[in-house]
């Protein structure tokens, strides 16, 4: 059983940056694929980046392209999401995710998110 502490939530204006952080532990953390996924309110979760096992790969939902960049940290057992260019429609609960498969839908496992509120 994989657990996942995300961290690095606040409130900020458009335009700032955040960066999330997503710790794991209780299994082999190079073994999974680790990501991102958001909900906004009264909307769907709905996935934002992905990472593979070793961070050779990664893939971003067009929404934050070019805006948010993931990386890990295979030694420290974590798991990160840059977010720049911050625009209010990014406001959301950000969960962070381990998956056996490299896939932006149904991963094996949750964190229990933490907010992101960005202000205009």
């Known amino acids: 059983q994989v657990q996942l502490v995300e961290s690095g939530g606040g409130l900020v204006q458009a335009g700032a940056s955040l960066r999330l952080s997503c710790a794991a532990s209780g299994g082999t953390f190079s073994s999974y694929a680790m990501g991102w996924f958001r909900q906004a309110p009264g909307k769907e979760r709905e996935f934002v980046a992905i990472?593979?096992?070793?961070?050779?790969?990664?893939n971003y939902a067009d929404a934050v392209k070019g805006r948010f960049t993931i990386s890990r940290d295979n030694e420290q057992n974590t798991v990160y999401l840059q977010m720049n260019s911050l625009k209010p429609e990014d406001t959301a609960v950000y969960y962070c995710t381990a998956d056996k498969a490299f896939r932006s839908f149904g991963p094996d496992y949750w964190g229990q998110g933490t907010q992101v509120t960005v202000s205009s």
């Open positions: 990472i593979s096992r070793g961070g050779a790969l990664t």
